[in-house]
Nanobody
Framework: VQLQASGGGLVQSGGSLRLSCEASGFMLNYAIAWFRQAPGKEREGVLC????????YYAGSVKGRFTISRDVVKNTVYLQMNSLKPEDTAVYYC??????????????????WGQGTLVTVSS
């Protein structure tokens, strides 16, 4: 297993969750992105953090509410989600396209994926 996502759960609207993406091997040398897929919808990019810590927002709807960070000691990338809304309900995935910088939000460009963790926000 090279990327392992965890931390999902059920939370009320306005609440917070922190997702973790633990990377093994050399994966944390690369940019890591978070994607999400809501029922019946296409997978969409959320946020990305580069090898150097630069952050790219792929989803405008999460600006001001979600942040991304990385802990090189723990080989983990975190997605901190605050002020959650029911429309944030989705399976969240971490992924990498094995590049040092964040690329685009096209999920087809990413070739390594974590297994997904479900976030459910109740109204």
């Amino acid at each position: 297993v090279q990327l392992q996502a965890s931390g999902g759960g059920l939370v009320q609207s306005g609440g917070s969750l922190r997702l973790s993406c633990e990377a093994s091997g050399f994966m944390l040398n690369y940019a890591i992105a978070w994607f999400r897929q809501a029922p019946g919808k296409e997978r969409e990019g959320v946020l990305c953090i580069s090898n150097s810590g630069a952050i790219a927002y792929y989803a405008g709807s999460v600006k001001g509410r979600f942040t991304i960070s990385r802990d090189v000691v723990k080989n983990t990338v975190y997605l901190q989600m605050n002020s959650l809304k029911p429309e944030d309900t989705a399976v969240y995935y971490c992924a990498t396209e094995r590049a040092f910088n964040c690329g685009g939000s096209d999920y087809e460009e990413y070739d390594y994926w974590g297994q997904g963790t479900l976030v459910t926000v109740s109204s």
